[in-house]
């Protein structure tokens, strides 16, 4: 395929994947006919993903990332499709041209003390609130709405659209889905400095063999997940 052909095939892909924050807009517009605000008030629609809810090891960490209508950064998809080469070349340009971003992140305590689910939604809060947090001061107004992947968050203060797979179809989830990714990533590359027996600076903390060699010789460390590991836990 010429340069100029993947280029325009990811121009469409990046058109497709906005179509839930259109729907939303649309939505959000339909109801607001009537009310007093003025029509060129925008509407600011946010995505949000997680990364590293199955590892045996580390932090899950979440991201949320509000995008401007018009963001044009051409190859965004859901973090696991892409290289972590481009990846990391792709979260920088996400934050400069992101309205708003926000993380969350909870630990092996917390995991093991409440469950990843649990942990999830609570890290999901954080960078729900920290991203509309920075909407708000960058643009006088809060978050419209949440496109968020397969779950439900109880206790924030604005609407949400659970999308399945929601990283693969909207361009707001898959670009948290990139900055969670390469921020726990490197979180991970830091332990693995602390930490050399598990490989975490290839495997992430996810059970690779590496990862099982390590924990037979030396056991868990203390960022593992003790809930995960039971076969393990001396």
Same mark, same amino acid.
């Given at each position: #395929?010429?340069?100029?052909? /993947?280029?325009? #095939?990811? /121009?469409?892909?990046?058109?497709? #994947?906005?179509?839930?924050? !259109? &729907?939303?807009?649309e939505e959000l517009a339909g109801a607001r006919q009537g009310a007093d605000e003025k029509d060129t008030v925008p509407f600011y629609i946010a995505g949000i993903d997680e990364v590293g809810r199955g590892p045996l090891a580390g932090p899950v960490v979440t991201c949320c990332v509000v995008l401007p209508a018009d963001f044009d950064l051409i190859g965004v998809d859901d973090s696991k499709k892409l290289s972590e080469k481009k990846r990391t070349e792709m979260a920088p340009l996400i934050k400069e041209k992101a309205l708003a971003y926000g993380f969350g992140m909870a630990d092996e305590k917390v995991i093991d003390r409440i469950n990843i689910l649990n942990a999830t939604k609570g890290a999901m809060r954080v960078a729900c609130l920290e991203a509309d947090k920075m909407l708000r001061e960058k643009t006088g107004r809060g978050i419209d709405c949440l496109l968020i992947d397969a779950v439900h968050l109880e206790d924030i203060p604005f609407p949400q659209k659970s999308i399945i797979k929601g990283d693969a179809k909207s361009v707001s989830i898959a670009? =948290?889905?990139?900055?969670?990714?390469? $921020? /726990?990533?490197?979180?991970?590359?830091? *332990? =693995?400095?602390? *930490?050399?027996? *598990?490989?975490?600076?290839?495997?992430k903390g996810y &059970? $690779? =063999? =590496?990862? *099982?060699? &390590?924990? !037979?010789?030396? &056991?868990?460390?203390p960022i593992h997940r003790m809930t995960f590991l039971k076969n393990f836990i001396k």
């Open positions: #395929m010429k340069k100029a052909e /993947r280029e325009q #095939m990811l /121009r469409e892909k990046l058109a497709a #994947m906005k179509a839930f924050e !259109r &729907g939303a807009v670009a =948290a889905s990139i900055l969670a990714k390469v $921020t /726990r990533d490197a979180m991970m590359v830091k *332990y =693995a400095e602390q *930490y050399p027996w *598990y490989a975490f600076e290839k495997n &059970g $690779t =063999a =590496a990862h *099982y060699d &390590g924990l !037979r010789a030396h &056991g868990p460390c």
